[in-house]
């Protein structure tokens, strides 16, 4: 279901024990904000991590207002408008198009209507927010250099072991163990015997572009969408870091299994060199691509007892509608609560799953769809073109207002 502002959800009046401990994988975004928001509520909170620090690869997030509500009950709106990127516009050029066919309003217009601005930020940057939002709590602890996990669920609880790079190993018994840990997650494929990640056949080509070298190519002040025959490409500026994050999308069959790596020059079908705009943005780049398989992974099963998952390892998605941080973000806004104020955790996680597996599942289509709507080939982008100039720089505030309007469910106690 997805909820509207006035929804609402049932439950007894707990009065658990202060010292419930919950267990996080993975130390991204969607972990971060996990063991911030339930650090609030109150909870002991411990984050496994594979790595040995924040990790911060990759290169910009889209925060749209449905996600920034949440981050800004969390404390972290003055820290996000320090760093972030409210962009104006979103200006959409088809296939060799010199100026825009459209400019669809954002800033003003997005934070009028959703309460919340839409912003794009720097995947580090919103990274060490929310580090440096968890060290001040004394009630959360991140392990580092974990190599593996193990559980078991029994009558009296959920048994946890946790295998460190050294060699160490520790035992202990939490109150529920939340997988944040992405695509590739231990917790959905080992622990819930859940599906593989599947690699989606498309790839994303990333770079980061000194602003100077662009100032003539796009309005610095939006984010730039770029239509092509079997190929699209986004670009949004970095103002604090003076460089403008580009991602460019494209179709490729693979028969071993695809690990990004650094490239010299994407594989841009031959079609999108007739672009100048195309063509400007390689020779910028000099060079810097990353190439990232993208991978999608569906699960119908979130939670096992205790057990649950959260942003891409329950849902990772194609990023044609940039909202797999923002679901991750959503995730949080829904289970947090449920998990610190009721005394059952696997009743938690199954309410959780009610309320957002469909939403999920309908970002996802989307998500998709706009992948096949981008990369349209002529003649039948001519009608494309025509659709969206006809329905103006407005429409898609009411026609995506089921995303960016969305509001998590509120908790109302009853007597048990």
């Known amino acids: 279901m997805t909820a509207g502002p006035d929804a609402s959800i049932n439950i007894p009046n707990p009065g658990f024990e202060k010292t419930r401990t919950i267990y996080i994988a993975g130390a991204g975004i969607a972990g971060m904000t996990m063991a911030l928001s339930l650090a609030m509520f109150g909870i002991r909170v411990v984050v496994l991590e ?79 927010i929310l580090f440096s939002a968890c060290q001040r709590h004394a009630n959360i602890e991140f392990q580092f250099s974990v190599r593996s996990f193990d559980m078991q669920a029994h009558q009296k609880g959920l048994s946890l072991t946790v295998e460190n790079r050294d060699g160490s190993v520790h035992n202990t018994r939490p109150y529920a163990f939340v997988g944040a840990d992405g695509v590739h997650s231990m917790t959905r494929t080992k622990i819930l015997a859940g599906p593989d990640a599947q690699y989606s056949n498309y790839i994303a080509w990333r770079a980061l572009i000194p602003s100077s070298m662009l100032k003539d190519h796009f309005n610095l002040n ?6 092509g025959p079997g190929f699209h490409t986004i670009a949004y500026p970095h103002p604090k870091r003076h460089v403008v994050n580009i991602a460019m999308f494209t179709k490729e069959k693979l028969t071993k299994k695809p690990s990004p790596q650094t490239v010299l020059t994407p594989d841009v079908p031959k079609a999108g ?35 649950g998952l959260i942003g ?32 059952d955790a696997t009743k938690a ?7 957002r597996q469909s939403r999920v599942k309908r970002i996802v289509k989307t998500s998709a769809s706009n ?46």
Request: glycine share 8%; net charge neutral; with cysteine.
């Open 50 to 128: 594979q790595t040995p620090q924040i990790q911060t690869e990759g290169a910009g997030l889209q925060i749209s207002p449905n996600a920034r509500k949440i981050l800004n009950e969390l404390g972290l709106n003055e820290a996000l408008e320090g760093l972030g990127f409210a962009t104006r516009e979103i200006d959409i050029y088809p296939f060799r198009r010199p100026t825009p066919l459209i400019s669809l309003k954002m800033g003003d217009a997005m934070e009028s209507v959703f309460g919340a601005p839409y912003m794009v930020i720097h995947r580090s940057d919103l990274s060490n």
């Open 349 to 355: 996680f199954a309410t959780y799953q009610s309320i």
């Open 222 to 227: 939006n984010t730039s969408l770029m239509w």
């Open 273 to 307: 060199f007739a672009c100048t705009r195309t063509k400007a943005i390689i020779n910028a780049a000099e060079g810097g691509w990353k190439k990232w398989p993208l991978y999608a992974a569906q699960t119908s099963q979130w939670y096992k007892g205790p057990v």
């Open 312 to 343: 891409d390892a329950a849902h990772a998605m194609l990023p044609y509608q940039a909202q797999g941080a923002a679901m991750a973000i959503e995730d949080v806004g829904v289970l947090a609560p449920l998990l610190a104020k009721t005394n």
């Open 371 to 416: 992948g096949r709507i981008y990369h349209m080939e002529w003649p039948f982008s001519i009608f494309r073109d025509i659709v969206v100039s006809v329905q103006g720089p407005t429409a898609h505030l009411q026609r995506l207002a089921w995303i960016y309007g969305y509001e998590t469910p509120k908790l109302q106690q009853t007597s048990p």
